[in-house]
């Protein structure tokens, strides 16, 4: 079982549906990341965090260290949305090197 | 700033062939990266540097070796490419874990035939 399990693995929506992308973890963690893998391949970080909410224009992250578990969450959806959602964990007491990374969800945003 | 440069975008290798992908940061960074992501498969870390001269294995290093000369330069070294190191390989840096988002590369596209 992975420790960094994402759902769901593929995501289908219409254009201005809100979307809610789920991450869970099985080891302590200090913080977790969420990045944005574009169609052409290239990987940005979206948000860092270690406890409650963060909002980036019509993104939203979610985390409940308790329940371990992260959700990114997208308000009014547009095609250019359509992308790789990866998150990641940072293992707390691990070594510098040591992010986990869930296997992705791809999110489709028809028109 | 350029962020994080990585170079090539694309190569293909016959098996045995060596060579090396170049990435460069200039946020002065100390904290540097290379993953290689499979299909399906989510990022694996091959090598990381925590700083000029100091460099350590990650869970996927066989095959592989890197340097870290200076802050701004981590090459990673394939030598014997293998068909199994076909990938998408990706140079990351970060100002402080777990404080600041990561920054990535364009990726390099590699198939060893």
């Known amino acids: 079982k992975n420790e960094v399990e994402q759902s769901p693995q593929n995501l289908t929506a219409q254009e201005g549906e809100f979307i809610t992308i789920n991450c869970s973890y099985s080891?302590?963690?200090?913080?977790l990341h969420w990045l944005q893998q574009h169609p052409g391949g290239g990987i940005v970080s979206l948000f860092m965090?270690?406890?409650g909410k963060k909002k980036h224009g019509r993104l939203i992250a979610t985390i409940n260290i308790q329940e371990k578990h992260s959700s990114l969450h997208i308000t009014a959806s547009h095609p250019r949305d359509s992308a790789v959602y990866i998150c990641a964990a940072r293992n707390y007491g691990g070594s510098q090197g040591n992010l986990i990374f869930g296997k992705g969800t791809k999110l489709s945003v028809k028109p | 700033n350029a962020g994080v440069t990585q170079t090539p975008k694309f190569r293909i290798l016959k098996i045995g062939q060596s060579m090396t992908l170049q990435c460069t940061q200039d946020m002065n960074h100390n904290y540097m990266y290379w993953y290689r992501q499979d299909p399906g498969m989510g990022l694996k870390l091959i090598y990381y540097?925590?700083?000029?001269?100091?460099?350590d294995k990650g869970e996927v290093p066989n095959g592989y070796n890197v340097s870290r000369s200076t802050t701004e330069d981590f090459p990673l070294r394939l030598e014997l490419a293998a068909p199994s190191q076909t990938s998408v390989y990706f140079c990351a840096s970060i100002l402080v874990p777990g404080r600041n988002g990561l920054f990535f590369g364009s990726g390099t596209q590699l198939s060893v035939l």
């Open positions: 965090l270690s406890s």
């Open positions: 080891v302590g963690i200090s913080a």
């Open positions: 540097s925590v700083g000029a001269g100091i460099t």
